[in-house]
């Protein structure tokens, strides 16, 4: 059975930095690409950045081009975000999901409990 596990967010001041984590089981994750995503209270999810499969293209959301990096271990079945430069804005829960392409649909109807970003002073 597919599963995520995300990991690494919390409580930051603006201008700080977080590192999320996202370890997958169930699928071969180096035959697909991968995907974080976000929900903010009340909001949509929405694609934040996505990466191919040997992390030759990468796709972000203009909201967090520049602050965010999307990388991934296949080795370790483990995708990671880096996320800087954190502004109110970017508070949301943090999910990772596999996709057929770089910035397509989410793969898998299961989803892991997200980790919690939480930007403020």
């Known amino acids: 059975q597919v599963h995520f596990v995300e990991s690494g967010g919390g409580l930051v001041q603006p201008g700080g930095s977080l590192r999320l984590s996202c370890v997958a089981s169930?699928?071969?994750?180096?035959?697909?690409?991968m995907s974080w995503y976000r929900q903010a209270p009340g909001k949509e999810r929405e694609l934040v950045a996505s990466?191919?499969?040997?992390?030759?293209?990468?796709y972000y959301a203009d909201s967090v081009s520049a602050r965010f990096t999307i990388s991934r271990d296949n080795a370790k079945n483990t995708v990671f975000l880096q996320m800087n430069s954190l502004k109110p804005e970017d508070t949301a829960v943090y999910h990772c999901?596999?996709?057929?392409?770089?910035?397509?649909?989410?793969?898998?109807?299961?989803w892991g409990q997200g980790t919690q970003v939480t930007v403020s002073s």
């Open positions: 999901n596999a996709a057929r392409q770089i910035g397509g649909l989410p793969l898998f109807a299961n």
């Open positions: 169930g699928f071969t994750l180096s035959s697909v690409a």
């Open positions: 990466i191919t499969i040997l992390s030759r293209g990468k």
